[in-house]
């Protein structure tokens, strides 16, 4: 069965970074364009980036575009997300998601940026 994994959520001072990372299993990774996405208290779930099966396109959200990196390595069935220049309004529950006529959800992982 599919399986998506996130992991790397914390508690980071403004300014800080972090790297999530996704370990996906049960499905042929390199076949899908994947994302992340978050969900901040109150708010609805929005799409952070999103790249495509092989990694050669990548696509941002216009609030975290240049301080935000997506990748992946489809040998190691990894999808990550480097997060420099934190802010205080990237506080949210972070989710990996394989795109694909039915798409499927990881169980997310805390971010918290406040000093």
């Known amino acids: 069965q599919v399986q998506l994994v996130e992991s790397g959520g914390d508690l980071v001072q403004p300014g800080g970074s972090l790297r999530l990372s996704c370990a996906a299993s049960?499905?042929?990774?390199?076949?899908?364009?994947m994302s992340w996405h978050r969900q901040a208290p109150g708010k609805e779930r929005e799409l952070v980036a999103s790249?495509?099966?092989?990694?050669?396109?990548?696509t941002y959200a216009d609030s975290v575009r240049g301080r935000f990196t997506i990748s992946r390595d489809n040998a190691k069935n990894m999808l990550y997300l480097q997060m420099n220049s934190l802010k205080p309004e990237d506080t949210a529950v972070y989710y990996c998601?394989?795109?694909?006529?039915?798409?499927?959800w990881g169980q997310g992982t805390q971010v918290t940026v406040s000093s």
């Open positions: 998601y394989r795109n694909g006529n039915r798409g499927y």
């Open positions: 049960g499905f042929t990774f390199s076949s899908y364009f």
């Open positions: 790249i495509s099966s092989a990694g050669g396109s990548t």
